[in-house]
């Protein structure tokens, strides 16, 4: 029993990683607020807590201001494309509820709506992960991210559960819970993502030894 509790029991450990995300979920914040920089800041969260989930975190600081500085332009450049199409997606949403017509064409439409929504989401939880982790086009990174959420569905349920309970904790019941935020979402979400990217960094290795081999 009183392994639980020494310095590197389950127990401390467990605790030293919800003290971290609060850190992390600070760093984040001040990171996020210039607002273009939301990308590079949730890259770099993902980053460390990515390395948290297989016990490598090393230097917190340090760590998530390198990735911040590595992936500052890709993840800017991802993150400004999600944030229209984000706006584009609230435009519908809100000319599709204040013109509601019982009709198939308004049917239709909502129908196209949710689910280019559900896909908004998908690539949303997921790119800025992937982003932490591998090395490819912003346009591979957007079909990468939807191809593994859906393929993973069961994670992707999972972590937009994980969100959703965050956001209705903070709004609806405990407020000051704000403080783990992202950090403890993005936390839990790695652990979820941390077998799925290796199995991805093993068939991307796999592929370019392939390549290699024919060439």
């Known amino acids: 029993m009183s392994n639980l509790f020494n310095l590197d029991g389950p127990v401390l450990q467990f605790i030293n990683k919800i003290v971290y995300s609060v850190y992390l979920n600070i760093l984040w914040f001040i990171c996020c607020i210039p607002v273009v920089t939301i990308g590079a800041s949730t890259t770099a ?4 807590t990515l390395k948290m ?9 340090k760590a998530f201001f390198h990735s911040f500085r590595e992936n500052l332009k890709q993840a800017t450049i991802i993150w400004l494309i999600l944030l ?4 584009v997606l609230g435009i519908d949403g809100y000319v599709l509820y204040h ?9 239709l439409c909502t129908a196209v709506f949710f689910v280019t929504g559900a896909a908004y989401a998908i690539v949303l939880m997921y790119i800025f992960p992937l982003l932490a982790r591998f090395d490819n086009t912003v346009g591979a990174m957007f079909k990468n991210a939807l191809f593994i959420g859906l393929r993973f569905l069961f994670c992707t349920v ?4 994980i969100y959703f309970a965050m956001l209705l904790v903070v709004i609806r019941i405990f407020t000051p819970a704000v403080i783990f935020g992202e950090g403890l979402c993005a ?7 941390s ?6 960094e ?3 290795k796999e592929h370019k030894e392939a390549a290699s081999e024919v060439s």
């Open 53 to 61: 989930s297989k016990n490598e975190e090393g230097n917190l600081t």
């Open 45 to 48: 969260l993902f980053y460390v």
């Open 195 to 200: 077998n799925i990217l290796a199995l991805c």
């Open 187 to 193: 936390l839990l979400c790695s652990h979820l993502l």
């Open 99 to 107: 013109l509601r017509f019982e009709n198939i064409f308004w049917t």
């Open 158 to 161: 999972l972590m937009a559960v």
């Open 202 to 204: 093993e068939k991307t």
């Open 84 to 87: 229209f199409l984000g706006i």
